[in-house]
């Protein structure tokens, strides 16, 4: 397994997660990592992207709430998720080089 996500669950409205992302080194060596989402009947979209230097972008919908940040030592990188809205309710799926992590479903209930 190249990508290996996990950290997904039910939570209320307002409530938090983390999600974690395993990958090989080949694939995260210095290398741009990123989280996208997929909710029902709608396209995969980007959450969230790292760049091997510490560089982080976010979409429009979870600046403010989410971090994305890496442990080079551990090659994995994380999905901080904070004040979670209904709207947040998707399979997350970590991404890096070409390949995709298997998906991890978040539920938030309001």
């Known amino acids: 397994v190249q990508l290996q996500a996990s950290g997904g669950g039910l939570v209320q409205a307002g409530g938090s997660l983390r999600l974690s992302c395993a990958a090989s080194g080949s694939i995260f060596s210095n290398n741009l990592m990123a989280w996208y989402r997929q909710a029902p009947g709608k396209q995969r979209e980007l959450v969230a992207q790292?760049?091997?230097?510490?560089?982080?972008y976010y979409t429009d919908s979870v600046k403010g709430r989410f971090s994305i940040s890496r442990d080079n030592g551990k090659n994995t990188v994380y999905l901080q998720m904070n004040s979670l809205k209904s709207e947040d309710t998707a399979v997350y799926y970590c991404?890096?080089?070409?390949?995709w992590g298997q998906g991890t479903q978040v539920t938030v209930s309001s």
């Open positions: 790292i760049t091997g230097s510490g560089s982080t």
């Open positions: 991404y890096g080089q070409g390949w």
